[in-house]
């Protein structure tokens, strides 16, 4: 596809469950970024990666979340252990350089639901 | 660190009114920044972005903004609204790679 791809679109987890996000970036972009959008706010960096490498991972809130790339396009971002203020919707962007000001494309998110 | 504010939170306007919504960042450095827009159960899109050079800065479906280095501003302008343009709109800025979003402003446009 043209645009970047994220499934599922909605995820309904029970407290404790694990949690798998899966994001297809666009065709040879280098770099990918992960998102957490809670209700009513703008969204706040999680992570990144250049290829296959993951430059900052700053945002990740605990150690129960990690993402990887392994070969350099399609990315995972598992939430182990997930508890309810993992509630969010969960956006994916790419970029096709690596240099500051380079806009990024969005995917539509997973919104994640743990009941 | 930077980081953005956007002034209004909720912004109800007429159809084919003109429209502004403010954007404030702080940073001690200089920055790129971007307006991005939301649709209902959509990723974000790019509207515009101000890297460098003139200050006015022109995006699609008729929106423009102006960056204000004085006064740490980057203002969303669009002179004419439609009923399609109600989203959620998004101020961030960026040092590097990471994008700093402020809040939202939801802008409902009315018949």
């Known amino acids: 596809g043209a645009g970047v791809s994220q499934s599922p679109r909605y995820k309904v987890a029970k407290r404790g469950q694990d949690v798998a996000l899966r994001c297809d970036p666009i065709s040879g972009h280098v770099s990918l970024f992960w998102y957490q959008q809670a209700l009513g706010q703008g969204p706040e960096f999680l992570t990144y990666f250049q290829n296959e490498a993951q430059l900052d991972k700053s945002g990740l809130p605990s150690d129960r979340f990690f993402a990887e790339r392994p070969e350099g396009s399609v990315s995972t971002l598992k939430i182990q252990r997930t508890q309810q203020e993992d509630s969010a919707v969960y956006l994916c962007?790419?970029?096709?350089?690596?240099?500051?000001?380079?806009?990024?494309?969005f995917g539509d998110g997973t919104r994640l639901s743990i009941l | 660190a930077q980081s953005v504010t956007q002034l209004d939170s909720q912004v109800p306007v007429f159809e084919e009114a003109p429209v502004e919504l403010r954007c404030n960042y702080s940073s001690s450095v200089s920055v790129y920044l971007f307006w991005y827009v939301q649709y209902p159960n959509q990723g974000l899109q790019l509207l515009l972005k101000?890297?460098?050079?003139?200050?006015l800065v022109k995006g699609i479906n008729g929106f423009e903004a102006e960056f204000n280095k004085s006064q740490t501003s980057f203002h969303l302008r669009k002179p004419s609204v439609h009923i399609s343009d109600t989203a959620e709109y998004f101020c961030?800025?960026?040092?590097?790679?990471?994008?700093?979003f402020g809040a939202g402003t939801t802008v409902t446009v009315r018949a």
């Open positions: 962007a790419s970029s096709q350089l690596v240099e500051g000001g380079e806009p990024q494309h």
């Open positions: 101000y890297l460098s050079g003139s200050t």
């Open positions: 961030a800025v960026s040092l590097d790679y990471k994008l700093s």
